[in-house]
């Protein structure tokens, strides 16, 4: 009777301690140690990211041999009729490359472990092009995937060769240009149509695909620009034709090309008068007889356009001279060629 009462009292235990492990992990909301998660191991791992953060500058015209549109100057009561600098604003740097790419990696993958967006696992960090990542391996795998990934969106951009031609055509070239067939868009243009037109100016270029990009030919002309009597200023003006221009490739075996063309050439200089104040009996000290009136002719285009690759074709033109020359006065067409590297 004993024994068996031993019995009891010993099942009895075992009764209690199971039921109190059982409110533990079930009551209180936690779960057996048997289905709590495994700690995955955390690895340090060094990328080579040098190739995915080289800046790549724009090169839109910028020079101290300015366009006749863009001559800085502060308001001046002998002179009037110019442009202001357009305020450009700064090209992007390497750290703002390594910035990018620190982000994109935290909020794309895993984005709750990262410690820098209040995670327990994960550090990331760009030493001299080099990412220094703590992650779990599923993760690295992640990051490799996408590094890999963004290299093959960079090779798959390719290098744009833009060859520009401005025509000095009459009515006539023009037809000629366009082989009878009228105006259509795009224009597209017969090379051999080209060689006996006259060309006023050409240019040619190489870049990559979606960088801007400028072709400049002409020449330079010293300019008075600013405080011509107590403090002479000059400026180098450009002369001739500048071309921005940056061209993208569509699938379909065409480009989109996004340009701007100015040409200025200087008219004739003709000097103006300084007439004293009739109440001033005393000449003013430094004042100029005459002050040289800068004229010129100008044309200005832009806008975006999708031209085949490998084809000449007419973007735009108009007269440069003053009007009035009758209708054989002669114009001013720009035509571009664009090709792509495969």
């Given at each position: 009777?004993?024994?068996?009462?031993a019995?009891?009292?010993?099942?009895?235990c075992?009764?209690?301690?199971?039921?109190v492990?059982?409110f533990q992990y079930?009551?209180?909301g936690?779960?057996s140690?048997?289905s709590m998660?495994?700690?995955?191991?955390?690895a340090t791992k060094?990328?080579?990211?040098?190739?995915?953060?080289?800046?790549?500058?724009?090169?839109?015209?910028k020079?101290?041999?300015?366009?006749?549109?863009?001559l800085?100057?502060?308001p001046?009561?002998?002179?009037?009729?110019?442009g202001?600098?357009?305020?450009?604003?700064?090209?992007p740097t390497k750290?703002?490359?390594?910035?990018a790419?620190?982000?994109l990696i935290?909020?794309?993958?895993?984005?709750?472990?990262?410690?820098e967006?209040s995670?327990t696992?994960?550090?990331l960090?760009?030493?001299?092009?080099?990412?220094?990542?703590?992650?779990?391996?599923?993760?690295h795998?992640?990051?490799?995937t996408l590094?890999e990934?963004?290299?093959?969106a960079?090779a798959?951009?390719?290098?744009?060769?833009?060859?520009?031609k401005?025509?000095?055509l009459d009515?006539a070239g023009?037809?000629?240009?366009?082989?009878g067939?009228?105006?259509?868009?795009?224009?597209?243009?017969?090379?051999?149509?080209?060689?006996?037109?006259?060309?006023?100016?050409?240019?040619?270029?190489?870049?990559m695909?979606?960088?801007?990009?400028?072709l400049?030919?002409?020449?330079?002309?010293?300019?008075l620009?600013e405080?011509f009597?107590s403090d002479?200023?000059?400026?180098?003006?450009?002369?001739?034709a500048i071309?921005?221009?940056?061209?993208?490739?569509n699938?379909?075996?065409?480009?989109?090309?996004d340009?701007?063309?100015?040409?200025?050439?200087?008219?004739?200089i003709k000097?103006i008068p300084?007439?004293?104040?009739k109440?001033?009996?005393?000449?003013?000290?430094?004042?100029?007889?005459?002050?040289?009136r800068?004229?010129?002719?100008?044309?200005?285009?832009g806008g975006?356009?999708?031209?085949?690759?490998g084809?000449?074709?007419?973007?735009g033109?108009?007269?440069?001279?003053?009007?009035g020359?009758?209708?054989?006065?002669k114009?001013?067409y720009?035509?571009?060629?664009?090709?792509a590297?495969?």
């Amino acid at each position: 009777m004993k024994t068996s009462y031993a019995k009891l009292v010993f099942l009895a235990c075992l009764a209690v301690v199971a039921f109190v492990g059982l409110f533990q992990y079930t009551v209180l909301g936690q779960d057996s140690p048997a289905s709590m998660p495994v700690q995955e191991k955390v690895a340090t791992k060094v990328y080579n990211v040098r190739d995915l953060i080289q800046v790549e500058q724009d090169h839109s015209f910028k020079s101290q041999v300015k366009p006749v549109t863009q001559l800085t100057m502060e308001p001046n009561p002998w002179l009037s009729g110019f442009g202001n600098c357009a305020v450009s604003t700064l090209p992007p740097t390497k750290q703002d490359q390594v910035n990018a790419i620190l982000e994109l990696i935290r909020s794309t993958i895993a984005a709750e472990s990262w410690r820098e967006n209040s995670g327990t696992i994960g550090t990331l960090r760009e030493i001299n092009g080099a990412l220094v990542v703590a992650q779990t391996e599923a993760n690295h795998k992640q990051i490799e995937t996408l590094l890999e990934q963004l290299r093959k969106a960079n090779a798959a951009r390719r290098t744009v060769l833009v060859q520009a031609k401005w025509l000095e055509l009459d009515g006539a070239g023009l037809d000629k240009l366009l082989g009878g067939s009228g105006v259509k868009a795009p224009a597209e243009v017969a090379a051999d149509a080209i060689k006996d037109l006259p060309v006023r100016y050409r240019a040619q270029i190489t870049g990559m695909e979606g960088q801007d990009v400028h072709l400049a030919a002409g020449r330079g002309q010293t300019v008075l620009s600013e405080n011509f009597v107590s403090d002479p200023k000059t400026e180098m003006v450009h002369w001739g034709a500048i071309l921005n221009l940056s061209a993208v490739m569509n699938p379909d075996g065409t480009a989109t090309v996004d340009f701007s063309s100015l040409i200025a050439e200087p008219g004739e200089i003709k000097p103006i008068p300084m007439v004293q104040h009739k109440a001033s009996s005393q000449p003013a000290v430094g004042m100029p007889e005459s002050l040289d009136r800068l004229e010129f002719n100008l044309q200005s285009f832009g806008g975006t356009a999708k031209v085949p690759l490998g084809k000449p074709v007419l973007i735009g033109g108009s007269n440069l001279a003053p009007p009035g020359g009758g209708p054989n006065a002669k114009l001013l067409y720009l035509v571009l060629e664009v090709s792509a590297s495969k």
